[in-house]
């Protein structure tokens, strides 16, 4: 009789061990699968940069992860000044935080005095002076509803 309960609980197990090999893979396709892997619920705050052109202030708002600046139809923020390169810089939003950019320009960009010759991070109300031109970045805080999505 035990060459009996041995074989049955050899099978028992053996069922056991298949079910929880096949939950643990299961849940783990669940996991990968899900958006929350994939990063497509982390919000991404708004960015504002204003200028002001003679005596009117110019504001635009920008809810992608970058934006080209310069006096070029293709930037996403046109500067028309003489002093401002086609190409002159970007502001793109990487690990977590937005950076600002020169991308080589001719008259060159600054930060607090200090000129812009790598990716720096940029934070709400700073100024930058692209050539004679300045602009500032205004960064929408995320609403906390959209933080615990």
């Known amino acids: 009789m035990s060459a009996a309960v041995g074989l049955i609980l050899r099978i028992a197990f053996l069922v056991f061990l298949?079910?929880?090999?096949?939950?643990a893979i299961w849940m783990l396709w669940r996991s990968v699968v899900s958006k929350q892997?994939?990063?497509g619920n982390i919000p991404i705050p708004g960015v504002t940069l204003s200028t002001a052109i003679g005596e009117e202030m110019i504001a635009q708002s920008f809810a992608g992860t970058e934006v080209l600046i310069g006096r070029s139809l293709d930037c996403d923020f046109i500067m028309e000044d003489a002093t401002v390169s086609s190409r002159h810089a970007r502001l793109f939003y990487q690990l977590n935080q937005w950076?600002?950019?020169d991308l080589k320009s001719t008259n060159g960009s600054y930060l607090d005095g200090i000129r812009v010759e790598e990716p720096i991070v940029?934070?709400?109300n700073d100024e930058i002076f692209c050539g004679d031109a300045v602009f500032r970045?205004?960064?929408?805080p995320i609403e906390q509803e959209e933080r615990r999505k």
Do not use: N
Request: hydrophobic share 45%; charged share 20%; aromatic share 22%.
């Open 18 to 23: 298949y079910a929880f090999l096949g939950t």
């Open 37 to 39: 892997v994939h990063g």
């Open 99 to 101: 950076w600002f950019e």
């Open 122 to 124: 940029v934070k709400d």
């Open 137 to 140: 970045i205004t960064i929408k």
